[in-house]
């Protein structure tokens, strides 16, 4: 993993200088929109709606419509707000853990110690377990101040975003509000489903199986020969345009490379071991405990068809 932050997390006089990475990531299939005809990149343009011209980038800026007036921010208005750039994480409070709502949190972060000894890390952490208790921080990231919570995820500090309370909208449904009765009976009933259904919650034990599937799609096609040549979808003008497009497409061919040697792919490798691996989870959409191992089942006897459909061809 890449630090895309560097700072100190401070409480009181205690300064523990840290790391910080991105916790989470995007594991969906990169797909992007070709002509359905010859294949051809379908790419998109900043059209002006007054005089029907390409902008360039750099002529763009941003605006704020009230619906019926429009205010344009220029570089220089945006460059003129205060913005946040200190490297500090400072801690707040700390409250109760379950005081923190499960909606508000938004992006994850995991914390590396940066110093010669780790001693007041592990102390922080340490003290956040003994206390049950969850630190609120700010910070500033992308010249923008955050809101978020310091929690514990095993031996490391995690750095999760919170949404600002303002961000989360009331639930009000009037049907609700409507008295309803339930029997003892019917709630006993409910209850003994749950048990039913009762397991810990272990998640490497679940599948995205519509991207696996995607995956087996994808390298059945190219077993078969059924692909072309990723530079026969440029056109002609793309072609003269000249550097910036080429440089654009190596840089998102590198890009994906450097995604599949992160997921422990080989270069141009198989997706199908992604795929086999499916039989032993768990789908996501299993509703019932004897239903757990069946759309695994599913997704191999699909695999296999599709592999024979590309030898027979």
């Not at 087996?216 to 530079?231: C, H, M, N, R, Y």
């Amino acid at each position: 993993m890449r630090a895309i932050w560097k700072g100190a997390l401070t409480f009181g006089l205690v300064n523990v200088p840290v790391k910080v990475y991105s916790a989470t990531e995007d594991h969906d299939v990169p797909l992007h929109q070709v002509h359905a005809k010859d294949g051809g990149r379908i790419r998109y343009q900043r059209i002006c709606e007054i005089d029907g011209e390409v902008v360039p980038y750099q002529d763009i800026d941003k605006a704020y419509d009230d619906g019926e007036r429009t205010v344009i921010l220029t570089k220089e208005d945006l460059a003129s707000l205060p913005a946040e750039r200190s490297r500090e994480i400072d801690v707040v409070e700390f409250v109760p853990t379950e005081q923190v709502d499960l909606l508000t949190l938004d992006r994850a972060y995991y914390l590396e110690p940066d110093s010669a000894s780790p001693k007041a890390y592990v102390l922080l952490r340490k003290t956040l377990e003994q206390t049950d208790r969850t630190a609120i921080v700010r910070f500033s990231l992308r010249q923008k101040t955050r809101l978020a919570a310091l929690r514990v995820r095993g031996d490391v500090l995690v750095l999760q975003t919170l949404l600002w309370s303002d961000e989360v909208r009331e639930a009000s449904f009037p049907s609700l509000d409507e008295p309803v009765r339930i029997s003892a009976k019917e709630l006993e009933l409910s209850s003994a489903l749950v048990e039913s259904f009762a397991s810990d919650f272990e998640p490497s034990e679940f599948e995205d199986e519509y991207q696996a599937e995607l995956r087996t799609l994808i390298q059945a096609k190219l077993e078969k020969g059924d692909a072309v040549d990723t530079t026969e979808t440029f056109g002609e003008q793309e072609e003269e345009t000249g550097g910036e497009v080429i440089d654009l497409m190596a840089a998102l061919r590198a890009s994906i490379e450097k995604s599949r040697e992160a997921r422990g792919e080989s270069k141009g490798g198989s997706t199908s071991d992604a795929a086999s691996k499916g039989p032993s989870k768990k789908s996501a959409t299993s509703s019932t405990p004897a239903a757990k191992k069946a759309p695994a089942k599913k997704s191999e006897s699909k695999s296999e068809a599709k592999k024979k459909t590309a030898k027979a061809s």
